[in-house]
């Protein structure tokens, strides 16, 4: 229902898994405020509770991210979506991709699961209203055969919000 | 009054600091001063620097001036916190004097004891510096950001191996889709010798990194160090290299009996530049042994030509003929003879 399911992905590769044991440890001591990791056994899909940050419009608000890690992270990006319901905003789609550039052509290695969820809060905290893309429904049809969001060419023509 | 003065300590900071001090205020005195730590005379022994920008009112020295780091590499924000509050506390001391110099002289001296890289490789987030594991790191002239060598090693042929990926399906896809990568800077490639910083993206030269992958060996993939190792020990033990070592020791050993060189068969005779078609594998050290027989197959083949003279004549065009195929077939990669040859032939038999 959310997403291509891991299944038809690699697992892990020993760096991967090494870095994300680190990833989550560094996490439990210090998470990012507003983010709670729910704890599972499977390191290669995290679920994460995001809450709205106070004084934004999605102040109180609850969502949840899921984030699948391909073998060769963190080479590759992980992909991160929201779980429907997404939270309405100019750059998340209701089928939960998010239209977030670090997420895609400017992923960098250095990147972490924690410094994405500070991006993503950011980029809610700093909405100007409450609405979805303006081409989403054409997207979310093209998405429906499970389309993964790091398939998507994306245009960043919006450095704003 | 006091106002000459300050000049005048203004005018000693550029003294002393010259082009590594850029005054943009006399009076009241704001300086941008660029400092290294002292013991970095060697470039590669560098591992911080900072430019402080220090401010004073008209009230100085009455009043201490403010203090604050305007750019800084190596130093993450606790230790940018470490260096500013070391120069504020000397500030205090000398409250109501003429501090400038001295508190230039501080932050010096601080960045100094700082000298070290600090912290996590931001690639595998396990310290850079570990006394357990001894992981050589290395740093980026152009930012100062350091990476465990075979991290960042990973992680350049990575996306090395990605460009080349792009670019085949470029030239593959119709110009319109060039166009409109071009247009959203989708893949907003880096040029061939440049690369950017995985943390800061400021771009370096691809140099700076290319002298490391000699000490992690340029065959590590992205999978791990191990496999590399594990594929060196396959090939010493592959039939091909077997079958190649017993070749080399036979005449290796009919040589020693004729104590001397022996006379190559007539289609094996070489020249520099030419490569025999026959199973050889990869490793760098067979290469080198390779080369080494080669040298001694050469010296055979000008003895023979004092001897036989034109006799071998023909044979050498043919090989030359021969030769010239290959490199049309091999294209763009000739450059690198020996390597691709033995792909080629490595192929079928293993």
């Known amino acids: 229902m959310t997403s291509p399911s891991p299944s038809s992905r690699k697992s892990l590769s020993k760096i991967a898994c090494n870095r994300l044991q680190k990833e989550l440890v560094e996490w439990e001591l210090n998470p990012p405020a507003g983010f709670k990791h729910k704890v599972t056994d499977n390191l290669q899909r995290w679920v994460i509770e995001v809450n709205g940050a106070p004084g934004t419009l999605y102040a109180g608000e ?69 609405q979805r893309p303006a081409d989403n429904d054409r997207y979310v049809k093209n998405c429906r055969n499970g389309r993964s969001p790091k398939e998507t060419r994306w245009w960043f023509h919006d450095d704003k919000v | 009054m006091a106002e000459e003065e300050v000049v005048a300590e203004v005018e000693a900071v550029e003294a002393v600091y010259g082009d590594d001090c850029v005054v943009l205020e006399k009076y009241p005195p704001h300086l941008h001063i660029h400092m290294k730590p002292r013991t970095a005379d060697v470039s590669s022994q560098q591992f911080v620097e900072a430019t402080i920008g220090i401010r004073a009112s008209s009230k ?69 510096v570990n006394e357990d594991d001894g992981l050589p790191f290395m740093k980026l002239m152009s930012c100062f950001h350091c990476f465990h060598c075979e991290c960042i090693i990973r992680w350049w042929n990575w996306i090395r191996t990605r460009k080349e990926a792009d670019d085949a399906n470029a030239s593959r896809s119709s110009t319109s889709q060039k166009d409109m990568e071009d247009q959203t800077g989708r893949s907003e490639m880096i040029d061939e010798d440049m690369g950017k910083c995985p943390v800061c993206r400021k771009l370096f030269l691809a140099k700076d990194i290319e002298h490391v992958l000699d000490l992690v060996g340029t065959h590590s993939d992205v999978n791990s160090a191990e496999t590399v190792v594990l594929d060196e020990h396959n090939l010493l033990q592959s039939d091909s290299e077997k079958i190649r070592r017993q070749k080399f020791e036979s005449i290796l050993k009919v040589q020693q009996e004729n104590s001397g060189l022996i006379e190559p068969k007539k289609h094996e005779v070489l020249l520099p530049g030419m490569f025999l078609p026959r199973p050889v594998e990869s490793t760098s050290t067979s290469t080198d042994k390779e080369t080494k027989e080669e040298g001694n197959n050469n010296q055979a083949v000008d003895s023979q030509g004092t001897q036989g003279g034109s006799s071998n004549r023909p044979s050498t065009s043919k090989h030359k003929k021969f030769n010239g195929r290959m490199h049309t077939q091999r294209g763009r990669n000739s450059g690198k003879h020996v390597r691709q040859w033995i792909r080629k032939e490595d192929g079928p038999t293993s």
Request: hydrophobic share 40%; net charge negative; proline share 11%.
């Open chain 1, 62 to 130: 609850t969502y949840q991210l899921q984030v699948d890690f391909p073998e060769h992270y963190p080479m590759e990006a992980p992909q991160v979506i929201f779980i429907p319901p997404a939270p309405l905003h100019p750059h998340i789609y209701s089928n939960g991709h998010i239209c977030l550039d670090i997420l895609y052509d400017s992923w960098s290695p250095a990147m972490t699961v924690s410094s994405i969820c500070i991006s993503i809060l950011s980029m809610l905290s700093s909405s100007p209203a409450k």
């Open chain 2, 60 to 128: 100085y020295p009455g009043e201490p001036p403010s203090i604050s780091i305007v750019d800084s590499k190596g130093l993450d924000e606790q230790r940018q916190k470490q260096l500013l509050s070391i120069v504020y506390d000397n500030a205090a001391e000398l409250s109501s004097c003429f501090m400038l110099v001295a508190l230039c002289e501080a932050a010096v001296e601080k960045l100094s004891s700082m000298n070290h890289p600090d912290g996590n490789c931001p690639l595998c987030l396990y310290p850079l």
